[in-house]
Structure formats: structure tokens, C-alpha cells
């Protein structure tokens, strides 16, 4: 059996009120456990992508990037209501086809999919799976879900789509916990994988990283549903209060006060366990077989996909208008001979225009503010009224002297760093003495 177990199934606090692991932590505490890949699976987003990535890059774990995505069969035929939690399912991409379609199915749910949630259905799944590995999900999963409510009818019916989808990027994902639910739901999902010859694989589900955090993921869960305490709930919390602030575990602390809160983890340990504890975790299920711990390794070695950030996605305005030079070195032009223009040709001026356009150009921003001055210029030939500046920008020499914004941030002693950051506080001994008090 491999010695290695690894986290297909993990949330980051981009799993908004539910998830409290940073993306750098799932990283940081798969290199404690001396495991090889870890999975990023929040409810319906990818934000916490690059920071995924930027953490792996430092450490000897590979990032595995993945969304629990809200799945219902058909969006056009969903008859639940908007306050109705739709089924869950993991997908992972394992390559980077995949996770060009992870993307586009991401921005398909939040558009022509969004009721309440960002929804994906099969017809989503058939146009944009390729490239893409399945898990069936946790209790929450449309599989589960059928077995659960003894609906046999439709799990098959749910089995035969997914695995035409998906053929052996299709796994039946178990986890270890003894509700008995979870019971009835892990027999019949190795009933389906001996007859029906799917591979099953076990996840933990992980909602915070170590076992330590146990109470602050309940405090977590309790903030996120404050809003649907009954004024009953709120009225037992009141008169049990001496009663929990005695009790000095936060997980108990929290049965006294709210003992009948929708979701709770109170007795799942959802955090990011070393190989032997999951190992262990399972075989205490009475649902042990090895694939649930060999195939957590067998995905992992599949997916090969990473984010190829600085690519630039908008065309260079230089090439556009026919000229030889460079878009850096024409906005550099500009912005020099503007300087001069406008009299402000100044040794103040030339310094805080040298650190805005390091940062600029070393963040590959040249053309959005070539093609933002030509929109700008073209919308005042027009006659098109605009104003002097939006938000922070107006913290930008280089809009100023580009006609963008018409306020002077240099007289007025204004932020760019509100506008846009740079790698470093330390620039020019001239930008440091105006802002020394700030």
C-alpha cells in the first residue's frame, strides 16, 4: 500500500464562512505531513489560485487545483428553491486543458447558471470536462444524496451519466465517518465500484489545517449562520452563558450555547491529517479497503496542471498603431515629454515619476495605460464628460500627466501605493521624504 496519502478535497477561507485554512497553510501543512500534493477545493471559486501556487513554488508540494462545484442534473429543470443547497462535486483538473475548462465551467455557473448559486449541470459537464478528474462528492454529493433518501433508481441513473462523462476520470469519493448516513452511503458506493468496476478513493474533507483549530472552525461555522438563529436560540444562548464561559474548550463552549445549529463539525475532524491519521481514520470506518489510500497518490500523480501567470492578455498598442518601438519605451516617451509640457520637468516630479513606471512596467502594465490614454483622449474629442479621477487613481503621476485624472497627487501629497503596490516600500529618497510621516 502506499505510504503516502494525499488531500483531494481541502478548503481555504475562500470558502467564505465555511473554510478557515489559507491557501498557504493546506501547502504548509501537506510539507509538515510529508505529503506530495495537496488539492484547493472551494464552494464555487478559484480566487485563492495564485496564492495556491505562490506557496507550492516555495515547498516540495505540488498544488492541485480544484472546485467543489454546486451540480444540479439539469439547470433548466432545478425545482428547488432558492434557500436550497445544491449537490456538491469535486473537480479537479489534471491538466491544463482541464484547467482551461475548470475555468470556463466556473464562469459559466456564476453566469448562465447562477440561481442562488453558481450551478453546474451535465450538459456544462459534457461540453467542458475534457481534461477534468471527478470525485462524487461528500454526504452532499447528487449520488450520495439518491442513496441517502433510497432513490436507487436515480443514483444509477446519476452513475451511467458521470461515468460517460467522465470514463476513468470518474472516482467514488468515501469518507471515513461513522453518521450513519456516511455508512449507508460508503456500502453502496463499493457496491457500485465492485460491479460496476469504478474506482472508489477516500477524502477527509478538510475545512481547517490542524487538529489545534478545532474551535475556531466551529466559531466559524456559528458566525456564518448567526443570521438564522431563531429568537429562541438566541434567548437559550443568553441563559447559558455563565454555563459556557466556565467551560474552557471552544468546541463544548459552543454545544452549551447554540446545541442545535444547522451545521456543525463538533465531531468530524476536518482538518488536514497526516497519512497515518487518515489511514487510521479509515480503518476505524469499517469501509476500509487500500485504493480509498492508493488512489489519493494515483490522482495526484495525474494532475499536472499550473497557472502560467504574465502572459499579457491585451494587445500591445504600439503594434497596433504601426510604430517600431516598444509600448515601454513609448509610454516612458510620453510620460517624460508630458512632464516637460506641463512644467513640472522638476527633480520631485522626475523621481516620482521614475518609481511609478519601475512599477508599471515591471508589472507588464504598459499597454492598459497606453490603451486607457487613447480611450481617454478619444472620449474628450468626443465631447463625452468624465471626471477628474476614480477612487485612487488620482494617486498616479503617470494618469495625470497622461491626461487620465486632473489631479495633481505630487502637491497634494496623495498615495500611488492606494492605486497600485509595488514589491517594495523603498524607492527614491525623494518619495521617501514626502511621505516619510505617512
Request: glycine fraction near 8%; proline fraction near 4%; charge should be negative.
Amino acid at each position: 500500500m502506499s505510504s503516502n496519502f494525499c488531500h483531494l478535497h481541502a478548503h481555504s477561507e475562500y470558502s467564505l464562512l465555511d473554510g478557515l485554512s489559507r491557501p498557504e497553510q493546506l501547502i504548509e501543512v501537506a510539507e509538515e505531513n510529508g505529503q506530495s500534493h495537496v488539492a484547493m477545493t472551494d464552494h464555487g471559486t478559484m480566487g485563492g489560485y495564485f496564492r495556491f501556487q505562490e506557496a507550492a513554488n516555495k515547498s516540495h508540494v505540488t498544488p492541485i487545483f480544484g472546485l467543489e462545484s454546486y451540480f444540479v442534473p439539469d439547470i433548466n429543470n432545478d425545482d428547488k428553491d432558492t434557500k436550497a443547497e445544491r449537490f456538491h462535486l469535486i473537480l479537479l483538473a489534471e491538466n491544463q486543458q482541464g484547467l482551461r475548462n475548470l475555468m470556463k465551467l466556473n464562469r459559466l455557473a456564476w453566469t448562465d447558471g447562477f440561481y442562488s448559486k453558481p450551478r453546474t449541470d451535465f450538459e456544462m459537464l459534457e461540453e467542458f470536462g475534457d481534461g477534468i478528474i471527478a470525485l462524487s462528492g461528500c454526504m452532499g454529493g447528487s449520488i450520495s444524496q439518491s442513496i441517502i433518501n433510497d432513490d436507487i433508481e436515480q443514483a444509477d441513473k446519476l452513475m451511467e451519466r458521470f461515468m460517460g462523462i467522465f470514463g476513468d476520470r470518474f472516482y467514488l469519493e468515501l469518507q471515513p465517518w461513522l453518521e450513519p448516513d456516511q455508512q449507508k452511503v460508503n456500502a453502496k458506493l463499493l457496491d457500485y465500484a465492485d460491479y460496476l468496476d469504478v474506482p472508489a478513493v477516500g477524502t477527509i474533507d478538510c475545512h481547517y489545517p490542524r487538529k489545534v483549530n478545532r474551535g475556531a472552525e466551529e466559531v466559524l461555522l456559528a458566525v456564518g449562520m448567526s443570521s438564522g438563529f431563531s429568537a429562541k436560540d438566541k434567548e437559550w444562548a443568553v441563559e447559558h452563558l455563565d454555563d459556557a464561559k466556565a467551560e474552557p474548550d471552544v468546541v463544548k463552549k459552543m454545544e452549551i450555547l447554540w446545541p442545535n445549529r444547522r451545521i456543525k463539525f463538533a465531531d468530524l475532524p476536518l482538518y488536514v491529517m497526516p497519512t497515518h491519521e487518515a489511514v487510521e481514520a479509515f480503518e476505524g470506518s469499517g469501509y476500509f479497503r487500500p485504493e480509498l489510500i492508493e488512489n489519493t497518490q494515483v490522482i495526484a500523480d495525474r494532475c499536472n496542471a499550473e497557472l502560467k501567470p504574465g502572459k499579457g492578455l491585451l494587445p500591445s498598442f504600439t503594434k497596433s498603431i504601426g510604430l517600431k518601438s516598444t509600448s515601454e519605451s513609448y509610454l516612458e516617451e510620453i510620460a517624460y515629454f508630458r512632464l516637460k509640457e506641463m512644467g513640472l520637468d522638476s527633480e520631485k516630479y522626475r523621481e516620482v515619476m521614475k518609481m511609478e513606471l519601475d512599477i508599471i512596467l515591471g508589472k507588464n502594465f504598459s499597454d492598459y495605460f497606453l490603451i486607457l490614454w487613447d480611450i481617454c483622449k478619444w472620449a474628450d474629442r468626443q465631447g463625452i464628460r468624465r471626471g477628474p479621477a476614480r477612487g485612487s487613481s488620482g494617486g498616479s503621476l503617470l494618469t495625470y500627466c497622461l491626461g487620465i485624472t486632473d489631479v495633481d497627487p505630487v502637491k497634494y501629497d496623495l498615495l500611488f501605493w492606494r492605486f497600485l503596490s509595488g514589491p517594495t516600500y523603498e524607492f527614491s529618497p525623494v518619495f521617501n521624504e514626502l511621505h516619510k510621516n505617512e
